[in-house]
């Protein structure tokens, strides 16, 4: 380290010299964001001459780049570290700025998760982190770009799950983020072969003025996130009322009033079991809590709504490859009657149209220490479930076959899940920096696994053979390691950020076990390989809007998706009538469902024809 330092000096005394000699001035040095020098003015850059690089080798670098690679500062090559000398780097021009969102489930700081400490170790990149909570980071996102100027950090780690596009769209035009096609066509081969796996990648990944902003986040897990998370069922109480498995939406009712009959099916001695729980509205990120929407596909016509894709609610393709709002169907109607007889049946339980989260059935009933519900659906399934002996009660439904069709829907999603998810501004001095620190992870496939869900010795165990085993139990319980192995805390959200711009391929499952065997297993037993298969044709593609149709999607849109939902559960509560569904629909077309469709349409022309 001694011996680099004076090299660094060395160099630099030398560049300053010549600097000198051919411009007569001085300045201050530009700084990253994240700190500042403490070798102000001896830098050729402050003096109005970046240091010369082999342009050919090293393309579009910056000045501040250019300098740090003269001097030995950074390697720019794909060679690890890339700083070699962390303490010269931010001695010279500070740490580089990350914004960085956490959930209340992790309870230690961003640079004590051992994935950080990892990549530190590799790299050599210490950022300085700005560690916000979860609640509320929409609002400090948008609040700290619209401030701009010193108020915006080098980088954003993350945003909100599945919408990374909407915020770097909404300010490009502004110049707050930087345009990284070319970081990643000349610095980053693993992000390039990524884009050019799949067709869909690269448009995906492309906002409308033809730039790539950021880098995209991308889990593919045998198509995991394109259908909800598991429909259950406690086979206990089944078992109790004398039924099988209902295969039939008719049969799966005559369960539910059996579990309404039956009395007290867990044993407290209490009444306290409601045979069916959902709750109405919610917009989970993939579509899960509402099994309103379950349904519609029984009685001729499926719906979508997805937490991650919002703007893109109750919109599907229809056979003239024309963008259709699904939720003026007639099939939509026939649901809520349906839904309606439930409700009069007694078999709902009445706090399913809180909206308030933290009252909703996930975040009680499945929290207590005895089984309640009889079916219900979320994204973790019966992982959701706090008790483990309760939560064995449960098991996955099969597709139920209706009057027209099955349950289940596709989600308008993508397996690229965020196409920014890591976004570099335009104050960053380093953007190749971050580059290849996000390159040197995914190239490797075994570092992009544990960066993306965990640990070794917390989440996996490595075994001989170096695969990467994720322990469960006989009932496929993950069984958290190491210091996490009471389950009070979340192993993966302490031991790494999660969600950055990760890559996870669906060839990495022959060297690591699933990340959710729960969630899949659950899926596939529900009908997610038909259901793919089904809708492949009606799926709304992911595309990024441009401002203009980002601005109009956002004014029309949340209104429409409430006309919706305050409908929904006025029918649950008191039926549809001929006047509610007419002015249902007259409210629709008030509050411009023909421009959403128009709006969308122009989006999905431009994609299709990229």
């Excluded at 003096?47 to 690679?69: F, R």
């Excluded at 309404?260 to 079991?273: I, P, S």
């Excluded at 696994?449 to 993950?478: A, R």
Aim: with cysteine; proline share 4%; charged share 20%.
């Amino acid at each position: 380290t001694m011996k680099k330092r004076l090299l660094a000096m060395c160099l630099t005394l030398s560049l300053l010299v010549a600097s000198l000699a051919g411009c007569g001035g001085g300045g201050d040095s530009s700084t990253s964001s994240g700190g500042t020098s403490s070798a102000a003015g001896d830098s050729s850059v402050s003096n109005g001459s970046a240091a010369e690089v082999d342009e050919t080798q090293y393309p579009g670098l910056t000045d501040q780049e250019k300098e740090a690679v003269s001097l030995g500062l950074i390697n720019l090559d794909g060679t690890m570290p890339i700083i070699p000398d962390p303490d010269a780097f931010e001695e010279k021009y500070g740490k580089i700025s990350m914004f960085v969102h956490y959930t209340g489930s992790r309870t230690r700081g961003v640079t004590e998760l051992e994935m950080v400490k990892q990549w530190e170790e590799l790299t050599g990149v210490r950022f300085e982190w700005q560690d916000v909570p979860y609640d509320g980071v929409a609002e400090k996102i948008n609040l700290t770009l619209s401030a701009g100027g010193d108020q915006l950090p080098d980088c954003f780690w993350n945003f909100v799950d599945g919408q990374s596009s909407n915020f770097v769209t909404q300010y490009a035009d502004q110049g707050v983020f930087l345009p990284t096609e070319d970081i990643i066509d000349n610095y980053m081969p693993e992000y390039k072969a990524l884009l050019e796996s799949k067709p869909e990648y690269r448009k995906i990944a492309t906002a409308p003025d033809g730039h790539i902003y950021g880098f995209p986040y991308i889990e593919e897990m045998t198509g995991m996130v394109l259908t909800p998370g598991p429909f259950e069922i406690n086979t206990d109480w089944l078992e109790q009322v004398g039924l099988d498995m209902p295969t039939t939406v008719d049969e799966w009712v005559e369960v539910l009033k059996a579990f309404r009959d039956a009395g007290d099916l867990n044993g407290n001695g209490v009444e306290d079991e409601y045979p069916l729980a959902v709750q109405f509205g919610a917009h989970d990120t993939f579509g899960s809590n509402d099994l309103f929407y379950r349904f519609t596909a029984c009685f001729g016509q499926a719906d979508s709504y997805c937490g991650g894709n919002n703007y893109a609610d109750h919109l599907y393709i229809d056979e003239n490859g024309k963008v259709a709002f699904s939720a003026t169907d007639e099939a939509f109607r026939k649901t809520a009657e349906f839904f309606n007889m439930l409700w009069n049946e007694g078999l709902i339980w009445n706090g399913s149209f809180e909206a308030d989260t933290s009252l909703s059935f996930e975040n009680s009933l499945l929290k207590q220490d005895v089984a309640t519900v009889g079916t219900f659906s979320t994204w973790g399934g019966r992982a959701s479930i706090n008790n483990i002996d309760v939560r064995n009660q449960y098991e996955a439904l099969p597709r139920l076959e209706g009057e027209s069709g099955s349950t289940g829907f596709r989600l308008n999603y993508s397996e690229l899940q965020d196409t920014s998810n890591t976004a570099i501004t335009t104050n960053c001095e380093f953007p190749h920096v971050i580059g290849l620190m996000l390159e040197a992870i995914n190239r490797d496939p075994k570092l992009a696994i544990t960066s993306n869900w965990g640990s070794v010795g917390s989440v996996f165990v490595e075994e001989e053979d170096g695969f990467l085993l994720k322990p469960t139990d006989e009932n496929g319980n993950t069984l958290p390691q190491g210091e996490f192995a009471d389950g009070q805390n979340s192993a993966r959200e302490n031991t790494t950020p999660c969600r950055g711009s990760f890559i996870i391929k669906d060839s990495y499952y022959d060297m690591c076990t699933f990340d959710a065997p729960i969630i899949i297993n659950g899926q596939i037993t529900n009908g997610k390989e038909e259901i793919m298969e089904e809708y492949a044709d009606s799926v709304m593609p992911k595309v990024m809007l441009s401002v203009e149709e980002s601005s109009r999607i956002s004014q029309i849109q949340p209104t429409i998706s409430d006309i919706v939902d305050r409908y929904v559960v006025d029918w649950v509560l008191n039926g549809v009538t001929d006047e509610s569904w007419e002015s249902y629909q007259s409210e629709l077309e008030g509050a411009g469902l023909a421009d959403l469709l128009s709006v969308w349409q122009s989006a999905v022309d431009r994609y299709n024809a990229e």
